[in-house]
């Protein structure tokens, strides 16, 4: 679980542009794509569903159910993105951002007290440091730069490599 704040939350929805359940005006299925190239994490699954069925709504509920290190992963790439799509972000609000994402990633990420029942909504940390080479199309899924074209090209490129149906280049 991570420790964002419900005031944290709202300078990210500001940010990420989370008004009407939208993120950053990103279709569901790019968003689908940017948590599974950048995290290992299908968004769209189960355990995300706990707000609602609306992008928004998910990434509320893999703000609550998420190890601290995996939200501040994904919140600076969401960041990136943001940046790139909307020249108006504030700097005030960026060092806001910054300020929560360097406490996120140097929070120790001890046990907490909880109750004797066993929790079905926790994911492994580990699905948030995905490392994967591509080859002759390499490119590190964990480059702070994401671009979801990029990223959606070399899934593509990955795709065809396996399937030896054509060469990537």
């Known amino acids: 679980m991570s420790d964002l704040s ?18 950053l005006n990103l279709t569901t299925a790019d968003v689908g794509d940017f948590f599974d190239l950048n995290a290992g994490i299908q968004i769209h699954s189960k355990p995300f569903n706990e707000y609602g069925f609306s992008v928004g709504d998910k990434i509320k509920a893999f703000w609550k159910i998420a190890p601290n290190r995996c939200v501040a992963q994904i919140n600076r790439d969401l960041l990136g993105l943001a940046i790139r799509r909307n020249k108006d972000i504030s700097r005030e609000d960026l060092q806001q951002a910054e300020k929560i994402l360097h406490r996120l990633e140097t929070i120790d990420e001890e046990p907490k007290k909880e109750s004797n029942k066993p929790s079905t909504k926790k994911i492994p940390s580990t699905f948030c440091f995905k490392r994967i080479s591509f080859g002759d199309c390499s490119r590190s899924l964990e480059r702070k730069s994401s671009s979801i074209s990029i990223r959606y090209h070399e899934k593509k490129c990955l795709q065809r490599k396996s399937q030896k149906s054509m060469q990537c280049t």
């Open 6 to 23: 419900s005031e944290e939350q709202q300078v990210f929805e500001k940010l990420f542009k989370m008004e009407e359940g939208n993120l």
